[in-house]
């Protein structure tokens, strides 16, 4: 029994460890040009409105967030590796990678954090060839055509998915 509690004891602290530890919130490629690109599709928001909404979110919910952005496909893949040892979960917006990218499924599978994808537009109510994301497949849930409040919704899933029994494991 002691042998037991012990470990019980070692599996709550590995998750308030993992609650400490930031949410990593990846934008990819064109998020940058919120604002600018298409506002009929992404509305008028910047990336900067983006992430003050995800700061504010993450803290009412007593998490911290980590915004990064990039359009280049092998720093998001890295900065993914990374947050295995780093972040206690990942909101990732792929853009177009989502749609393509092999090695961005590749590291959020590996990762094994609980992963949320998230699109500002409907990506069903576009082109046919966005209706099919292959990093769904590493993700725990998929919000879309919510505009950039989908983030918040992202960051209330995680924090429950963290406060969850089976938080440790992504699927």
Known sequence: MDARLRGH????????????QPILVLNGPNLN???????????????????????VSAKNLSLSVD???SNIEGELVTWIQEARKTHAGIIINAGG????????????????????EVHISNIYAREKFRHQSLISKAAKGVLCGL???GYSYALQAMAK???SPKSKNSK
């Open 97 to 116: 990678y989502s749609h393509t990218s092999v090695a961005i499924l590749d590291a959020l599978l590996l990762t094994e954090l609980p992963v949320i």
């Open 33 to 55: 040009m919120l604002g600018v690109r298409e506002p009929k599709t992404y509305g008028n928001k910047t990336l900067r409105d983006l992430e003050v909404l995800c700061k």
């Open 161 to 163: 998915l963290l406060n």
């Open 147 to 149: 505009g950039i409040d």
């Open 67 to 69: 915004c990064r952005q």
């Open 9 to 20: 004891d070692a599996e709550r602290m590995t998750v308030a460890t993992k609650k400490s």
